[in-house]
């Protein structure tokens, strides 16, 4: 009954925003990106051994109609023009259709699940996550989501399903229901996930909160699913320019997580510092990890960076990475990267906060 329902609904707002669309002032707007680089350590072909230039370009479309009756319908998708190649067969991607009200919205295509895609929380819980968009398209079959959304009093509540066109490989056509609430009282914020069991994974719950007191900002969540619970607790507290951070989360079968964070920045200079402990399980040692990441304005376009990262585990070698980047305005950028995670039988990684490529990285990118 819920798919006949919610997907006549879908069909009847549809149908009646494309009656009104007659009357509606349209437009269609058009954008692209392209990016031409060169990268020493493979990063062509997924990390296979050998330098190599890499480029692609993209082209976005969006179309937008005002209805007559306060509606807005709008549909956007893009087209890979280029992926390593001097031009390709052109077949959309990211397909989404939307109708829209100043408190409502009802959407379909190439969405992302809303509890996945919303949900806040805390670090560290080892709660089975949302499943993601690759799990419904990959997995799952399903060929696109569907997205309700309404804001209602400062609450937005949104729902989510899969939708399977030909009922070949999901489950139901409408199926794998995601439904995130979340909304404010002053300073007090309070979210609400869930997900129901599909296809073998879990139906789980998240209960979140969030408040403001004395310049501190406190965070608290419970996520659980079939086998484990997970309660955690974050604050930060900024002390002149310096933001300190800290999270535990309680694990009711794993063994609990932590750790702290410094962020920093005044004027051209930002500094950010994490470290994060992943409880062992079986009697295994504790993982530790660390994370730092700097970065100076220079002026005039130009920013340097670098950073450092890695972790205790017997054989891990500190990683590290420099780069700078400079603006050549109209949307252009140009970056010069040098990455390194001390371990030279893994290539084409994505190394630091930045994620910047394995080796050095020359690479120019437009955005129009």
């Not at 991607?93 to 992302?112: F, K, R, T």
């Amino acid at each position: 009954m819920k798919s006949i329902l919610l997907t006549s609904t879908a069909l009847v707002a549809f149908a009646g925003a494309a009656a009104a669309d007659a009357h509606a002032e349209s437009g269609v707007s058009f954008g692209g990106s392209a990016t031409l680089g060169y990268n020493d350590a493979g990063d062509l072909g997924g990390g296979a051994a050998g330098d190599g230039f890499y480029w692609d370009a993209n082209v976005a479309v969006t179309m937008s109609a005002a209805l007559d009756n306060g509606l807005t319908a709008s549909a956007t998708f893009d087209f890979d023009v280029a992926d390593g190649n001097t031009g390709q067969d052109l077949t959309s991607g990211g397909y989404v259709l939307s109708l829209s009200s100043d408190i409502a919205s009802l959407s379909v295509g190439d969405l992302d699940p809303v509890a996945e895609d919303r949900w806040g929380g805390v670090d560290g819980d080892t709660v089975t996550g949302f499943n993601d968009q690759d799990v419904h398209f990959d997995v799952a079959g399903f060929e696109a989501m569907l997205v309700g959304e309404a804001t209602i009093a400062g609450f937005t509540a949104a729902v989510s399903y899969g939708l399977d066109a030909d009922g070949a490989t999901a489950e139901d056509s409408l199926d794998a229901m995601q439904l995130h609430v979340a909304g404010s009282f002053g300073d007090f914020g309070v979210e609400f996930a869930y997900q129901e069991e599909f296809a073998g994974t879990p139906q789980i719950i998240g209960l979140g909160g969030s408040a403001s007191f004395a310049g501190a900002d406190i965070a608290v969540s419970y996520l659980t699913d079939d086998t484990e619970t997970s309660t955690g607790i974050s604050v930060s507290y900024p002390v002149g320019p310096v933001v300190i951070g800290g999270y535990y989360s309680m694990n009711d079968v794993a063994e609990d997580n932590y750790g702290v964070s410094a962020d920093y920045a005044n004027g051209p200079i930002s500094v950010s510092a994490a470290y994060d402990v992943d409880g062992g399980e079986a009697g295994a040692d504790d993982v530790a990890s660390y994370e730092l990441d700097a970065s100076y304005d220079v002026g005039n376009g130009l920013m340097v960076l670098a950073g450092a990262f890695g972790t205790d585990v017997d054989g891990d070698d500190m990683g590290f990475y420099a780069a700078a980047t400079y603006d050549l305005g109209g949307g252009a950028s140009l970056l010069a990267s040098y990455a390194d995670d001390g371990d030279d039988t893994v290539l084409g990684e994505d190394l630091g906060g930045p994620e910047y490529k394995e080796g050095t990285t020359i690479e120019v990118s437009f955005a129009f």
